[in-house]
Structure formats: structure tokens, C-alpha cells
């Protein structure tokens, strides 16, 4: 795992050796055991490295025989060592082990091409002075980054955005409709970035710069179709063996690695197939609170026990304003999952004894883990009823109760469940997952943002991907939809940061694309099967796993946000989101922020993810566009 990042200059004059060095500084967590660069007629590259396989020799940037070509790389390709044979039997000479030096030879061979070969997880740039080509890549599921900017005179990509404000040439301009999403999602999703002349490279693109031409591809899409058509039991034998294979591989590794465990279903499954596959006890961490609400450590230690592990745990007294500066510094833009805090502590703690760990990430987006999709399987059902019932009698009653003070209370789901209900198919997942709706942004929204907005639709992002899926029925166009963003651009974002701040890198099964491949191609209601989420995986694992593991309710990493704005964060808040440099800048009315503040104050509302997501995002505009020392 490591850290990336180069210039390119089209007017071919040669790169600044400072500038480099200094965006490859700020990327420095990300690979803190050695630094490389290299240096040609108009192209830089730097690396950052944590060495973790081929110890020794596997230094980047890194070359072919005659140096034609050059590569600098992030991830891990799992399966380098079967495409070894081939690529030596077509004359390749190999001076390491490593699985950088692979991909380089593939590239001879096969050109772009070589992505079709790789299994694994990667971000990588390659310079071919030959065909003066630059070709950067992003793996399929999006699990390692990628941004880029193209000036009037250079292109430049680095692993993250902060490494690209080291140039001077690269403006430090807000994206207004990146911000807009950002609100409406609390995440920012590809391509957009929060800078203006910042871009996000997708998963399963790459981008060629070729002779003063750059043009972006797209080399892999989620196959739903065709349908398996195997019986169940065999089907859960595939996906049985799908499982040990993907975590075998990802057991590839010269450093210590451990796993990440919470007792839910699809960490515990990760744990107990590695367990099967050492010699040795697995090394878990678990990170919990002192309030019971938040708090998954016994079925962690539950699981723990069962697979005999090497346990770890971590109680979290989070001092939110003491880790957020250096999180909105990490994260490069506002991002406002705080889920990040616990996901910063737990990878904290592992890296305390080992470099590498696995984790259970994307087994709800692949196999319908979350309520959501039984809410959208009622909501067909419930399109049953005659209009004159759901539009004249439902409607009209749920809208005359109060809400109640607490967010996830039976009425204002049911208001939510109502209002999504009269909306388009398509539709219903922004509306659902929108934490500030249309109708809210209206209140809140100064008249110069609404106007800089306007042009710009939150919602028709998630809502077109939803219509041009090639997935046959609901279930597997909702799952499209956050396979392609919710997971990759909140989920995988989260992880990636949270982990390579520590120097941490974190490997899932569950993102294995065969295993992706394979999951998209199951019936839908073997997903979910009447109102059980996650039907076959269950069946699945039941071989493993105890019905307490398996049937046990959700809860995730969940942050106590609500109680610490009402408390000991109260003051915090009102200090900076009624600053009169927040009010200033023309985004939010003064008189809306009051209100929203005073009514989670009152618990009339809980604003908890609205006000998260405003303090995020203020403090990331001092930090990175007014260059401020927010610490």
C-alpha cells in the first residue's frame, strides 16, 4: 500500500524537483517507509511506500528492461504470482518479486488491455516515453484513489487532493454543485471533487494522455445478467468456495496482518474463514463506547472466543474536536460519514501490531444488507393500494403527526416511506437517502447559492445510473446504484482515508470482483427473500456462524453525534456555524443555521447529520481555501 502522485508538463520542459518532493511530503502517511522518484523529459513521478510484499527489492518507481517505461502503483494485484509464468515464458525478465514489476510487463504485452488481467486492488501511472503516453488507472471497485487536474499546461494526479494544491498553478476554487451533493448525500460522488479544478478519476476508468490528447474509459461495468440458475445448494457451495479463495488471496503478505472484527455478519465470516486458513491465531480488533446504544464489543468478543483469536479491544472516548481538524486534513474535502471517527481509532489501534487488515466492506452492497431495499420492496407493495387511499387518507394522516425528537422514530420514517412512495422508482433512492432534501436546501440556501446550484441535480446522478442499469429487476438496480457510489465514494473513501492516515492498508473479500461478479448474478431473492436481508449468504455461512451472529440486528459504526451537539460540543457549534466568517461567505442564511441549531437544541428535531455535515464543511473551507490553522 502507498501513497502516488506526478506531473506531467505538455510543453515538455522538465519538472520542478521541489514541487514533487513536496507534493509526495504530503502523501507521506500513506507509505512512510521509503520514497522514490523519477524524473524524464517532461513526465515526474513519486511514490511513497509501506512495504508490505517483497520487502526488499520492490522499489518504485519502477521500470521495464530498458526503461521505456516507468510505473508508480498503490494496491495489491493478488493474483501477480499466477501471471509470473506467462509473461517470463514471453521473454520477460523479472529483477523482484513484486507485484508492481508484473503489471509493468503487462503492459508490454498487452497496452491498456492489461486492467482485463489484473485481480486485485490498485491506483497506478504509467509513463511509456515511447509512445509519449501517460496512462492512469483505478481498479474496478474503487478501493485505492485517484485524483487528477489539467492546467493549460500540465496534467498532474496524485492519490489525494492536498498533494495537487502544492502546485501553485492548481486553484483553490470551491465546486458549488460538488457541495451541492455533498449536503444531499454527505459525500461527494465521482468525478466531482470539492475543488473546482479537481477531479476524481472513477472506478473502472482510466485516462490516457497521449500526444497531447487525454481522453477517459471506462473498462469494466457490474454484469447482472445472465442469472445463475443453480439450485441454492449449489450455489451456496460456489459462493463458499468464493469466499475462502478471495481471503486466501488477501492473505499475501511479509508483514503482520490481523482483521477487523465487530461481530457482525459479514466481519465474523472474514474471521472465521481466515481461522481455517493459518496456522496460527488471527489477530482481531474491535472498537466499542461505554454507552450500551453504541456498543457491538459482545458479539465481538463472542466471535472472538468462537475462532479463538487474538483479541484486542478499544473503548472510544472520542474528543471529537481533537481528531476532526486532523481528519478534515486526511480526507482533502468535506466528507461528513462520521462513522470515520471509530474507523480512525480501530485502524489506530491495529497498526499497533500489525500492517495489514482485512475486513467485512461491501457484503451489505453485494447481497442486500440494508433496510432500505425491504423499505423499497414495501413501498411496491404498497403501491397496491388505490390513490384515493395512499394520496387522500395515508398521506393526509401521517402529515398531521409530529415528529418526534429522535431521527429514527417510527412517524418520520413513516413520513419518509410516504413521501418516497408517491415519487418515481428512480427517484425514491436520492429522496431516501438525502439528508438535506430539496425542500430543506430551499430554507437553508442564500439566494447566490441557490442560483450557482440551480443548474446542477443531486439526485439525477444516482437517478440516471438507476435507468441505464442493465440489471433486470429493482433489487439489482438499488444495488447498482450503491455498488457504484454509496460504497465506492462514502464506504471505500472512509476506510482507505481512515486506514492509510495510521499506515494501515485494509483488504475485504467481499470486494473481490469475481466475488462481485458472482453476487450480481444471483436471483434476486436469494438477496433478499421476502423481508431476510442477505438470505443466501446467511445460508451460506450458517456453517460457520451461530443464528446469534447471523439474525442479530445492525448496527454499525455509529457515533453518538446527536447527544454530543445537545452537550459537551454545544457551544463548539454555535460558535463556528454562526461565526460571522461562516455567515459571510454566502452560502447558508444566518436566520436558517439559527433555527436548525436551536430546534436540535430543543430536541424538537434531531439535526445531527445536518449539523455534522455544515461543521465539516466549514471547517475544511478554513483549512484548505482560506489556508487557515483550524488545529
Known sequence: MCGICGKLNFTK????????????????????????????????????????VDLSSGVQPMSNEDESIWIVFNGEIYNHEELRPDLEKRGHFFRSKSDTEVIV???????VD????????????????????????????????????????????????KALLEDPGVVRKVDDEAIHSYLTYLYIPAPKTA??????????????????????????????????????????????????????????SDVPLGAFLSGGIDSSAVVGIMSELVDQPVKTFSIGYK??????????????KMF?????????????????????????????????????????????????????????????????YVTSKLVELYQFLPATIRNQVITRLVQLIPNWSFRQNIISQLKVFIKGA?????????????????????????????????KWDPAEVMASTFRNSKADNLLDKLLDVDLQYYLTDDILVKVDIASMANSLEVRSPFLDHRLVEFAAQLPPQLKLKGLCKKYILKKTLARILPKEILHRKKMGFQVPTSHWFRNELKDYIYQVLLDPKTTSRGYFKKAALEKLLQEHSAQTQNHDLRIWALLNFELWHRMFIDQEDIA
Not at 14 to 41: A, C, S, V, W
Not at 228 to 248: A, F, K, P, V
Not at 429 to 449: C, D, G, I, W
Open 422 to 454: 408517491s415519487l418515481p422508482q428512480e427517484q425514491r433512492f436520492a429522496h431516501r437517502n438525502s439528508v438535506f432534501t430539496s425542500e430543506f436546501k430551499e430554507q437553508l440556501y442564500t439566494q447566490k447559492m441557490k442560483s450557482q446550484s440551480e
Open 13 to 52: 520542459e522538465p519538472i520542478e524537483r521541489e514541487l514533487l518532493q513536496k507534493m509526495n511530503k504530503t502523501i507521506t502517511h500513506r507509505g512512510p517507509d521509503d520514497e522514490g522518484y523519477y524524473f524524464g523529459e517532461q513526465v515526474g513521478l513519486a511514490h511513497r511506500r509501506l512495504s508490505i
Open 105 to 111: 510487463h503487462l503492459y508490454e504485452e498487452w497496452g
Open 308 to 372: 479463538a483469536t487474538d483479541h484486542t479491544e478499544f473503548i472510544v472516548e472520542p474528543k471529537a474536536m481533537e481528531i476532526l481538524p486532523k481528519l478534515i486534513w486526511h480526507y482533502s474535502e468535506p466528507f461528513a460519514d462520521a462513522s470515520s471517527i471509530p474507523t480512525y481509532y480501530v485502524s489506530k489501534m491495529a497498526r499497533e501490531f500489525v500492517t495489514v487488515a482485512l475486513s467485512g466492506d461491501a457484503g451489505d452492497e453485494n447481497f442486500a444488507g440494508y433496510d432500505r
Open 195 to 252: 475543488f473546482a479544478s479537481v477531479s476524481k478519476l472513477p472506478p473502472a476508468h482510466y485516462l490516457l494522455w497521449e500526444k497531447g490528447k487525454t481522453s477517459l474509459h471506462r473498462y469494466w461495468k457490474i454484469p447482472f445478467l445472465p442469472k445463475n440458475q443453480g439450485s441454492e445448494e449449489e450455489i451456496q457451495e460456489q459462493l463458499w468456495e468464493l469466499l475462502r479463495e478471495s481471503t486466501r488471496l488477501r492473505l499475501m
Open 114 to 161: 492489461c486492467l482485463e488481467k489484473l485481480r486485485g486492488m490498485f491506483a497506478f501511472a504509467i509513463w511509456d516515453s515511447k509512445r509519449e503516453r501517460l496512462f492512469l488507472a483505478r481498479d474496478r471497485m474503487g478501493q485505492k484513489p485517484l485524483v487528477y487536474t489539467q492546467t493549460k499546461n500540465s496534467l498532474l494526479f496524485a492519490s489525494e487532493a
Open 291 to 304: 454507552n450500551d446504544t453504541f456498543n457491538e464489543l459482545p458479539y465481538a468478543r463472542e466471535v472472538a
